[in-house]
């Protein structure tokens, strides 16, 4: 099932990055998860059974789309989208949920835990938690649960508990801590459902297999629509779990692979969350990978508009392609990504999830500088329901939303 | 091993054992209320008769701690608080004649952040003992282990309630100066009883290895020193001594000191 069998080597590296550096208290934990996770994807029950659940729980596959009038207004690359916010729950995270799910039955848990930074991981906990019949608990900076309130409700309506953290910055690598800290003492019945290809082995290649659809799918998709691969994919990077997805079926042919992480308002340390751009190899959160640190090894403050990318880490295997040179790692700014929600919105009526739009600000750079006949595929990793108070306060700050309403009652009026 | 007989762990240890005796293993944040208090601590312990602290470098994101140290370090920190200036503590405890065997327990993030060789060079100069890394598994420890055993320090490693019975043999192998055995699965903090399992799981180890095996996690007060001392070399005590240091830090230095000082006297009294 895995498309490329070379990495991780059984002790989790991808190169010189992963392994598990974890207190012993979590390593029986990791390798009950490491053993089930290998005799679950060499077993075709289980494989069936987790392709069932993402056709019919999930809803995939999710469509590949072209946009018409961004392609035409952008002049350059056809732009296509890979639709993971056509998902059920609003973005790539199901994917991976569900399958840690169906792992946590076969280990006979009862449990789930899992952290979350945007909501959509903790969301997508939830519902696999509510489709299995098993207790959830999610843990959420204050912060996020601030500014993604609508997806703290879904959480509690899905039967979730959301536990709020108030440590450190109040957001994902908090949540992250407190996570870990509930599975030193409860390993023995519950699960931790980490929510991207971060943390210690096996997370990292698990949870990029369980991602892995997306690229396959993918791949098929332009080839029947196009009858070739594309010339560039273009993915957000946060921990990196949609990239992962979108890039790995690929990752052996001739496609070129741009990740775009969080820039957040300036270069400086502490504004950003740019960590392969400018981050340095380090530990947290059980693997050796990119970090944002100080010179201590203290984890380094970090901003962004999103709170699915506002995390100081990634995973390794992208600490890897980015020293490899396989993978391109850019950054995109706030506001930039805030112009993409508005661009996608207007032209494609999709309003994509701030996580996603930094990379529809990157590709929005990179398509003009295309010829024609070049094609741009962009993995919409979710949608943007869950940030539309938020982005409406900050067009509200910018003066991008002076009365538009009103504006447009009165012109109806008038007509 | 030649390199570490002079190790005072590995001394200290031997004359306990000669002597019949168990050994009190108090555990401070270096920094916390200041790296005066820090050092005024470890002489005003030693005074009362304690061998070996364990000082804690404040981590960011300490994940095996539970909230009372996890406050510590996220106030030393925010105080201010470097890793130099830690062995820069060290190196004038030792200077102005400090004998306790001090252990650092620190988080692999900053070691490899400063080099696992800087930081062993380091440590060895200022004339720390060794070291106690809770996310330094055996199975990534490889490398490490000859690095710190040739600057003649102790990589002290950890088993867990939740650790398979070959697997803590395997880390009684690999680990020096003594073994750290947690005795409940979970984070650190004060707890009132220990689960009868851990204590019987330290017996059972102590059958496989001759090196020290010391417990901590939970252990909160002197009723609970001396339940595990009856089985083990020695008792870590953490959260309890840092959330008393917490709650006298608006006091004067002096009297901050007698009182966690007493405290600590209070712990040693059922294993002297």
């Known amino acids: ?415 | 091993m030649n390199e570490l007989n002079d190790n005072r762990l590995n001394k200290i240890f031997a004359e306990l054992r000669a002597d019949g005796k168990k050994a009190l293993m108090p555990f401070i944040t270096a920094g916390q209320g200041g790296l005066e208090t820090t050092e005024s601590l470890l002489r005003d312990f030693e005074a009362r008769g304690v061998r070996i602290v364990e000082l804690g470098f404040p981590f960011s994101d300490p994940i095996a701690d539970g909230p009372t140290i996890q406050a510590s370090y996220t106030e030393a920190l925010a105080a201010g608080v470097r890793v130099d200036d830690i062995f820069a503590t060290v190196k004038n405890y030792r200077a102005s004649g400090g004998k306790l065997a001090l252990n650092a327990m620190v988080s692999y993030s900053i070691v490899y952040r400063l080099g696992v060789e800087r930081f062993l060079d380091l440590a060895g100069e200022v004339g720390l003992d060794g070291m106690i890394i809770p996310d330094l598994p055996l199975d990534e420890a490889g490398r490490f282990e000859p690095l710190s055993a040739g600057r003649g320090l102790c990589n002290v490693m950890l088993i867990a309630p939740t650790t398979p019975p070959d697997r803590r043999v395997e880390i009684a192998r690999h680990s020096r100066g003594f073994i750290y055995f947690m005795s409940i699965a979970g984070i650190t903090g004060e707890r009132d009883k220990l689960p009868e399992e851990s204590i019987a799981a330290v017996a059972e180890l102590r059958e496989h290895t001759e090196t020290p095996v010391c417990v901590g996690f939970g252990i909160s007060n002197p009723r609970t020193v001396e339940h595990v001392c009856q089985v083990a070399d020695g008792a870590i005590v953490g959260s309890a001594i840092v959330h008393r240091i917490n709650d006298a830090k608006d006091r004067p230095r002096d009297e901050l000191v007698k009182l966690v000082g007493d405290f600590v006297s209070e712990l040693l009294a059922p294993i002297a």
């Open chain 1, 1 to 415: 099932m895995s498309d490329r069998k070379e990495q991780p080597d059984g002790a989790g590296y991808f190169g010189p990055f992963g392994g598990r550096f974890v207190p012993e208290t979590l390593m029986s934990a990791l390798n009950q998860l490491a053993g089930e996770y290998e005799a679950a994807i060499a077993d075709e029950g289980f494989r069936a059974e987790f392709n069932r659940c993402l056709r019919e729980i999930g809803g995939r596959p999710s469509e590949l789309y072209f946009c018409h009038r961004l392609t035409e207004k952008l002049g350059g690359a056809k732009i296509y989208l890979k639709r993971e916010d056509m998902n059920h729950t609003g973005a790539h995270k199901i994917n991976n949920t569900l399958g840690q799910a169906l792992l946590t039955l076969r280990m006979g848990k009862k449990r789930l835990i899992a952290e979350t930074g945007a909501g959509q991981h903790g969301v997508a906990t939830a519902t696999a938690a509510a489709v299995f019949g098993l207790e959830c608990d999610v843990y959420m900076g204050t912060e996020d649960i601030r500014r993604q309130a609508l997806n703290v409700f879904r959480m509690e309506l899905l039967g979730a508990r959301v536990i709020p953290v108030d440590s450190g910055q109040r957001t994902l690598k908090d949540a992250t801590n407190e996570a870990m800290r509930d599975w030193m003492g409860s390993c023995e019945q519950t699960h931790y459902v980490l929510g991207s290809v971060c943390g210690p082995h096996p997370y990292p290649v698990m949870v990029r297999e369980f991602q892995s659809c997306i690229g396959r799918e993918a791949r098929e998709q332009m080839i029947s629509a196009e009858g070739r691969l594309p010339d560039v994919i273009v993915a957000c990077v946060g921990g990196g779990s949609n990239a992962a997805g979108i890039f790995t079926p690929m990752i052996d042919d001739e496609v070129e692979m741009v990740g775009v992480e969080a820039g957040g308002t300036g270069p400086q340390l502490g504004r950003h969350a740019a960590t392969l751009c400018e981050g340095a190899p380090g530990v947290l959160h059980g693997s050796l990978s990119y970090v944002l640190q100080d010179d201590d090894g203290q984890t380094a403050e970090v901003h962004s508009i999103s709170a699915g990318l506002d995390y100081p880490g990634v995973g390794p295997e992208h600490s890897q392609w980015k020293e490899t040179g396989r993978v391109r790692y850019t950054r995109c700014s706030d506001d930039e990504a805030l112009d993409a929600v508005v661009t996608l919105s207007h032209t494609e009526g999709i309003i994509p999830a701030l996580e996603s739009a930094h990379a529809i600000a990157e590709a929005v750079k990179l398509a003009p500088q295309m010829a024609g006949d070049k094609i741009l595929l962009i993995n919409l990793s979710g949608r943007g329901d869950k940030d539309c108070n938020e982005i409406g306060e900050i067009l509200k700050r910018r003066g991008q939303r002076n009365n538009s309403a009103d504006t447009e009652r009165q012109r109806t009026r008038e007509l």
